[in-house]
């Protein structure tokens, strides 16, 4: 429950949901070919190093074209295809990435198209925080405004991932959570065809310092005036402002954040219960207990019995 000034609200919430982006593998191909890769468990994410493909998702009437240096997420919802076209044959992946070749294959001549991928590792006890709210896919565009950065993280990503130099197994894990990252800020950047919801609401710049106060002081009986002039607006204009993009009142947002950190200390941490109520900002055991049950619907006792309920 750190207080630093320079944490803001969409890092507090990838530290919550222990987001870590991990480079699973890629492809090479060549000539006329498909792959079919089944749904997601996890949020996967591709970058196109060379060449271009279709991507077919299940249940979407129009295959999507990807170019060169083109980076898409997609969070699981679907089954999909990669191909050189869109009526070309496909292939099992668990039969091509089977056996020793589990982090790259080629198929035909290899010199067609490149992939690289991997998929994002979230705790299970929140991931529906970040799984529920983003689209089934996020395709960021080489030619896009934003994408000299992802551009930048991408070549760095692959010279490392080939390269078999001492660490390049850590480098890559820290460049894929780079382009995690700066993938969901060129999504904030959208910020208008984002329904209302936490997502947005971190990417509110007139929302932000109200965010950071109560983020970096959960405990605290945050007064909506003082939230109001942290984002300098009237008490009135920051509430309607604060449902109108986060769909929610400002001290739901607060009771509900605590949750969330609660959810993680009560699995991560042995902290007794009443000294995480008092953290939080709860008179007693019981009002904590009685607040998280009505978010959770089952107790701190028994959540932290559970492990986590699923």
């Known amino acids: 429950m750190s207080s630093e000034i320079d944490d803001d609200p969409l890092s507090d919430i990838l530290r919550l949901l222990g987001a870590q982006p991990v480079v699973a593998g890629g492809f090479s191909a060549g000539g006329t070919w498909a792959i079919r890769f089944p749904q997601p468990k996890k949020i996967k994410f591709f970058a196109l190093v060379k060449g271009s493909c279709w ?79 983003l689209p089934s896919l996020i395709h960021i565009r080489a030619d896009c405004e934003q994408a000299a950065v992802l551009r930048w993280l991408l070549a760095r990503l692959v010279k490392e991932f080939a390269s078999g130099l001492p660490g390049s197994s850590l480098a890559s894990t820290y460049l894929a959570q780079l382009m995690f990252v700066e993938m969901l800020r060129v999504h904030l950047d959208t910020g208008a065809q984002i329904p209302s919801g936490w997502l947005r609401a971190i990417g509110d710049r007139r929302l932000a310092p109200a965010l950071r ?4 002081d959960p405990g605290r009986a945050w007064r909506l005036d003082e939230l109001a002039a942290a984002s300098a ?60 049950k009505r978010v959770a619907g089952i107790s701190p006792s028994d959540y932290r019995r559970a492990g986590w309920p699923g």
């Not at 240096?69 to 070309?88: C, I, K, M």
Request: net charge negative; hydrophobic share 45%; proline share 4%.
């Open 55 to 133: 991507l077919c998702l299940d249940a979407q009437a129009e295959p999507v074209a990807v170019g060169e240096g083109d980076v898409f997420l997609l969070t699981g919802e679907r089954s999909f295809v990669l191909a050189s076209a869109p009526d070309a044959e496909p292939i099992d992946a668990a039969t091509l990435f089977s056996g020793d070749r589990t982090r790259t294959a080629t198929i035909g001549d290899g010199n067609g198209c490149t992939q690289i991928g991997g998929h994002v590792r979230l705790a299970p006890f929140n991931d529906a925080l970040l799984v529920d709210v």
């Open 213 to 216: 106060l109560m983020h970096g």
């Open 233 to 292: 607006m009237s008490r009135t204009a920051f509430c309607v402002h604060f449902r109108s993009i986060a769909g929610m009142a400002p001290l739901t947002w607060l009771t509900q954040w605590r949750m969330r950190m609660a959810r993680q200390a009560l699995i991560d941490e042995k902290t007794p219960i009443a000294v995480l109520a008092a953290k939080l900002g709860y008179a007693s055991e019981s009002a904590f207990s009685s607040a998280f």
